[in-house]
């Protein structure tokens, strides 16, 4: 199976703060995709002992029982598989992904986090990691804006766009597409390209309203600042690398400091598929 199959599920990674932040927006992306969720709780038992253990199984099986409530509540007739394994979240999370057409997991506060985000932070080696797109919720709800995508002319970023362009299409919002100009590049120039290649890649979701933006500046800083009016903002991993290795610094900036929900497109070589 790849990332794109029509059977693959949307795979959600569940920790103690996740069933409402995580939960409820993946079950909602995955029943617009026509997707089935997986619910993943993993922990150490190999850390812990004898006693504790199954404490910890106990626990582990009303989170998912939590997860699998808030499911019915929000979409009662999407398809839910659950799973507890031991090890590593971060490497089950990643081999899972292997299988998953998109992966859901919480942001663990670091939007609002004062201090540096460490490199081994659960969220950001998953999101660098992964083999499928990446979908990093925030504890806050999102306003209703539009959804926002990065674009700098690179093939990841084409990719990425047309996802937001697909976000946008279900989610009944607008999209907003930004292109940072570069140094030696007139903004007047960035601005016809971006508007080009949207008009190509929105050609098959007529009903998507579209605003194009070419602005000078740091595009991580730009597209932090348009993030703050976004219900969602979609980013590739890196634009010189769209199929594996760390994020780069656009992504990054995105993960680390954008408040609203992130989709860091990696693994896949086209748009999200579905009915």
């Given at each position: 199976?790849?990332?794109?199959?029509?059977?693959?599920?949307?795979?959600?990674?569940?920790?103690?703060?996740?069933?409402?932040?995580?939960v409820r927006p993946a079950a909602r992306m995955a029943a617009a995709y026509g997707r089935g969720l997986h619910l993943l709780h993993a922990f150490n038992w190999?850390?812990?002992?004898?006693?504790?253990?199954?404490?910890?199984?106990?626990?582990?099986?009303?989170?998912?029982?939590?997860?699998?409530?808030?499911?019915?509540?929000?979409?009662?007739?999407?398809?839910?598989?659950?799973?507890?394994?031991?090890?590593?979240?971060?490497?089950?999370?990643?081999?899972?992904?292997?299988?998953?057409?998109?992966?859901?997991?919480?942001?663990?506060?670091?939007?609002?986090?004062?201090?540096?985000?460490?490199?081994?932070?659960?969220?950001?080696?998953?999101?660098?990691?992964?083999?499928?797109?990446?979908?990093?919720?925030?504890?806050?709800?999102?306003?209703?804006?539009?959804?926002?995508?990065?674009?700098?002319?690179?093939?990841?970023?084409?990719?990425?766009?047309?996802?937001?362009?697909?976000?946008?299409?279900?989610?009944?919002?607008?999209?907003?597409?930004?292109?940072?100009?570069?140094?030696?590049?007139?903004?007047?120039?960035?601005?016809?390209?971006?508007?080009?290649?949207?008009?190509?890649?929105?050609?098959?979701?007529?009903?998507?309203?579209?605003?194009?933006?070419?602005?000078?500046?740091?595009?991580?800083?730009?597209?932090?600042?348009?993030?703050?009016?976004?219900?969602?903002?979609?980013?590739?991993?890196?634009?010189?690398?769209?199929?594996?290795?760390?994020?780069?610094?656009?992504?990054?900036?995105?993960?680390?400091?954008?408040?609203?929900?992130?989709?860091?497109?990696?693994?896949?070589?086209?748009?999200?598929?579905?009915?």
């Open positions: 199976m790849t990332a794109t199959a029509p059977d693959a599920p949307l795979l959600v990674g569940i920790g103690p703060d996740d069933v409402g932040p995580v190999a850390a812990m002992s004898a006693p504790a253990v199954s404490g910890t199984r106990a626990d582990a099986e009303k989170l998912i029982a939590q997860a699998t409530a808030a499911v019915r509540e929000s979409e009662p007739d999407l398809p839910v598989t659950v799973e507890i394994t031991e090890g590593s979240a971060v490497a089950n999370l990643v081999r899972r992904s292997e299988s998953a057409f998109l992966l859901a997991i919480g942001d663990g506060g670091m939007a609002h986090c004062e201090r540096c985000i460490p490199a081994d932070s659960p969220t950001v080696q998953v999101a660098a990691r992964a083999g499928c797109p990446v979908l990093i919720t925030r504890r806050q709800p999102p306003p209703q804006g539009p959804v926002l995508v990065g674009v700098d002319g690179s093939a990841a970023s084409e990719i990425a766009l047309t996802w937001a362009i697909a976000c946008a299409d279900r989610q009944d919002a607008r999209l907003l597409a930004v292109r940072v100009a570069n140094p030696d590049e007139e903004v007047d120039e960035a601005g016809d390209q971006l508007r080009h290649l949207v008009v190509r890649c929105v050609a098959g979701h007529p009903d998507v309203a579209v605003e194009c933006r070419a602005v000078r500046g740091d595009p991580g800083e730009v597209l932090v600042h348009q993030s703050r009016s976004a219900q969602l903002a979609v980013v590739a991993a890196r634009g010189d690398e769209p199929w594996r290795g760390m994020l780069g610094a656009v992504s990054q900036s995105l993960l680390y400091h954008a408040p609203a929900p992130v989709i860091v497109v990696r693994g896949v070589s086209g748009p999200p598929d579905g009915p």
